[in-house]
């Protein structure tokens, strides 16, 4: 599995737990809903967003790796 593989699956489930998530949030309204989003949604999607950087750095290096094996 490649890591662009593995970024894209990362962030497409992300993406499908955000809508799934928006359709919480229109029923799920008070106090409760606001706490949970702020102390763990918000929190795991800047994670994602996180790890996706790390994973397009990450790649560079072993493709730069790579090359420089090659010669």
């Known amino acids: 599995m490649s890591l662009n ?4 699956r990362l962030t497409g489930l992300s993406r499908d737990l955000l809508r799934i998530w928006r359709e919480t949030r229109e029923s799920w309204r008070d106090e409760k809903g606001r706490e949970f989003d702020t ?7 800047d994670s994602v ?3 996706a ?6 790649d560079k290096v ?3 790796l790579k090359d420089d094996c090659e010669i």
């Open 5 to 8: 593989h593995s970024k894209g």
């Open 62 to 64: 072993l493709k730069k």
């Open 39 to 45: 102390l763990y949604m918000q929190p795991m999607f």
């Open 53 to 58: 950087r790390a994973i397009d750095d990450l």
């Open 49 to 51: 967003d996180h790890a």
